[in-house]
């Protein structure tokens, strides 16, 4: 009974120190690139429009908003063509309280329904009580954002 104690004892205290290595083997995962952080134009981090339309009440700016899909090649285009254009950046931020929306994931598929979502993307601009001030059902050049940026502005009476 003794020996066969020691050798259950044995074979444990073997497997335990067989089984450490002295490294370290908890890996923290990579850190995940907030996606919104590399666009100079300022879209909010939010779940919900009702935060941004409170955003945009306290700052005096309207909402813009763009509904788009990962799959979807437009809303790249405008991506890489807009977004990360300083300048351009700079004009909408002056004036609206940016919002991306995925259509196809948590609080985006309520907000397609809501707004009506058909083609993507689609570009809303809002005044702060989230009434449609301007819509564009399809990307949108440089010279067309920035004119319906505008006609937003003046519909709002700012």
Known sequence: MKRT??????AMTWAAVSCHT???TVKSPP???DELSKYPLHFIRSDYLSDVLETAKRDNKLVFVDMY???CAPCKVMDEELY????FAEIINAN??????NVEKENGTNLSTIF???VLPTLLFLDADGNVLQRS???LSRSQFLQMADQAVMMSGR
Do not use: N
């Not at 104690?5 to 044995?10: A, C, E, G, R, S």
């Not at 990360?84 to 300048?87: K, V």
């Not at 609206?96 to 929306?101: A, L």
């Open 5 to 10: 104690l020691f050798f259950v004892l044995l």
């Open 22 to 24: 002295g490294k370290k």
């Open 31 to 33: 850190p995940v690139e």
């Open 69 to 71: 899909a990962d799959w």
């Open 84 to 87: 990360m254009d300083e300048s």
């Open 96 to 101: 609206f309280v940016s919002y991306k929306v």
């Open 116 to 118: 009506e979502v058909r």
């Open 137 to 139: 059902d399809g990307a």
